[in-house]
């Protein structure tokens, strides 16, 4: 065995909360002199890990308990890349030293993008995390105020905006062409789509818009649609992530029940919510709810051929467009918006630097939709301003989209990020309209 000569030390070490011993002799080896340097017993402290223990012991908060601080998901968050110091590594650091996420900010800049779990190889996974501990501190009475308002508005009116169900058809009176309004009418005849319109669509100033452009699409392609007029709800997909899963249910049986009412081919939605809550979550209702169900990007692209001898217009702009969330990384469809985009007559399609798999969130989903100006007191800027300077920086003109929280939320992002007059932001079934005669 190696042994090491050392020389008796030349003068006592200054900092006294250590002693050397000038001949040391450890399981058999010498480790004399600085090498064998005691500390005083450095102080271990105890964290109180209530939190944390309270949190994976929720049906559904399990894996956070699961993490071992790889980072991998450091550079995922679009929350922490605009600021928020966020995502499931420094959430889980947090809890391990006694942070009480139930009354925390952290509880709600989570929007449920999943772009977390696309990395994590420890599958730690916020989309059933965070509805679970929300639905815990909710139960405390423990809610943001925006949130709170939004859940009153939905148990009162079916509709997160507080409107007047009665109001909901009132939409399809500008849309120029005639619609079945499926409760209105006499004899229950069959209908080939029926469309569930959603809450945007039906009542947002904006959202109108894209509702009529939808209805003049289906209208030229021949298609036999049919609303549910004053009888849907909203979708509740939001309310379930948000932490609310008894209003959730509330909604879901409410439409399920109106759906059985009706003989339809199938159901198309124009909002990526819906598609995630009629497809994934409706069929796990007790009683069930299982429907063939396609978002309007997927219903239009698997009739191309039918679609492009009507877009006779010319869209001769640069255009890139936002997957949603709820439509890509959580479905995996990332092809169907493309595909239409690119049947448009003269369009120059540039894609962002983060997209498909890979692609930034608006800050809508999981209840963000109604959490603007609670992220923007904790994060450095919004996320859709983030997304709308990556548009303007890849030099588009449009900024296309297929969620109707999408157009909103980016029109406002567009005039704080100064880009007015930049970047125009559509509905990707307007620009199909505008390129219909
Ligand atoms: S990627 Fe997963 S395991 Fe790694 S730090 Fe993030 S949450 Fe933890
Ligand atoms: S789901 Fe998205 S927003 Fe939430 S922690 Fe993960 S990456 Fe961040």
């Not at 423990?142 to 507080?162: R, S």
């Not at 309004?181 to 947002?204: R, T």
């Amino acid at each position: 065995m190696t042994r090491y000569k050392t020389t008796a030390l030349k003068e006592p070490a200054k900092d006294e909360s250590f002693v050397e011993q000038e001949q040391a002799v450890i399981e058999g080896i010498d480790v004399s002199g600085q090498w064998n340097r005691m500390y005083e017993p450095r102080e271990i402290t105890d964290y109180d890990l209530t939190h944390l223990d309270k949190l994976t012991g929720l049906p559904g908060g399990e894996s956070m308990g699961w993490c071992y601080q790889c980072a991998q998901c450091v550079p995922a968050c679009p929350v922490d890349t605009a600021g928020g110091d966020y995502g499931p590594r420094k959430i889980y650091r947090r809890l391990q030293t006694g942070t009480d996420i139930f009354s925390h900010r952290d509880l709600w800049l989570c929007t449920t993008c999943m772009n977390c779990l696309r990395v994590c190889p420890k599958e730690v996974d916020m989309i059933q995390i965070m509805p679970a501990a929300r639905a815990a501190a909710v139960l405390e009475g423990n809610i943001p105020d925006e949130l709170q308002e939004m859940f009153q508005n939905v148990a009162e009116y079916g509709n997160p905006m507080g409107q007047s169900p009665r109001k909901r058809p009132r939409w399809a009176k500008k849309a120029g062409v005639p619609i079945r309004v499926l409760p209105k009418e006499k004899e229950k005849a069959p209908v080939e789509v029926l469309w569930f319109v959603g809450d945007y669509y039906a009542y947002h100033d904006r959202g109108v818009d894209a509702a009529n452009a939808m209805a003049r699409v289906f209208n030229r392609l021949g298609v036999d649609f049919g609303i549910l007029g004053a009888d849907e709800r909203t979708d509740g997909d939001s309310q379930r992530l948000a932490g609310e899963p008894g209003l959730f249910e509330e909604v879901a049986e409410h439409n399920i029940a109106q759906f059985e009412k009706y003989e339809f081919d199938q159901i198309v939605v124009s909002g990526p919510h819906a598609y995630n809550a009629i497809k994934n979550e409706y069929p796990k209702m007790n009683g069930g709810g299982s429907f063939p169900v396609e978002h309007y990007t997927q219903y239009l692209g698997a009739r191309l051929d039918e679609l492009k001898p009507l877009l006779t217009k010319p869209f001769a702009k640069r255009v890139t467009f936002h997957d949603p969330c709820y439509l890509g990384r959580h479905n995996g469809e990332y092809d169907a918006p493309r595909s239409l985009l690119q049947a448009v007559p003269e369009i120059r399609f540039t894609e962002m630097f983060r997209c498909k798999a890979q692609g930034y969130c608006c800050g809508g989903g999981g209840g963000g939709m109604w959490l603007d100006g609670y992220a923007a007191l904790h994060q450095a800027e919004r996320l859709s301003e983030n997304r709308v300077k990556e548009a303007v920086e890849v030099g588009a003109e449009v900024l296309a989209v297929c969620c109707p929280y999408e157009v909103s939320r980016f029109e406002d992002a567009v005039k704080s990020t100064d880009n007015d007059g930049k970047l125009e932001v559509l509905d990707i079934i307007e620009i199909l309209d505008q390129c219909m005669e």
